[in-house]
């Protein structure tokens, strides 16, 4: 059974740091497109960060330059380093896998206080 797992999410003032977590279980991650998808409450949800199997990263034009997608292939774990933090940041953080089919995980809640 595929799983995916987000920790790390957390209140935070703005102008604060998060490093959210997303650890894989029964896929293995280097081989899918991996990506954070955010969803505030009342809206969409809606790309943050993608990396490509290949390493090729792109961001949503409100994150470029303050987050950092990654992975870390021997731990199975796809990162995301958010700096600069915004209110307008606030939301449920979810991980997402892509191959032949869609996984997602359950979320992880991030909080951005002014």
């Known amino acids: 059974q595929v799983q995916l797992v987000e920790s790390g999410g957390d209140l935070v003032q703005a102008g604060g740091s998060l490093r959210l977590s997303c650890v894989g279980s029964g896929i293995v991650i280097s081989q899918y497109a991996m990506a954070w998808y955010r969803q505030a409450p009342g809206k969409q949800r809606d790309l943050v960060a993608r990396?490509?199997?290949?390493?090729?990263?792109n961001y949503a034009d409100s994150v470029k330059g303050r987050f950092t997608i990654s992975r870390e292939n021997g731990e199975n774990t796809v990162y995301l380093q958010m700096n600069s933090l915004k209110p307008e940041d606030t939301g449920v953080y979810y991980c997402?896998?892509?191959?032949?089919?869609?996984?997602w995980g359950q979320g992880t809640q991030v909080t951005v206080s002014s």
């Open positions: 997402h896998a892509r191959l032949w089919t869609d996984y």
């Open positions: 990396i490509t199997w290949y390493g090729t990263s």
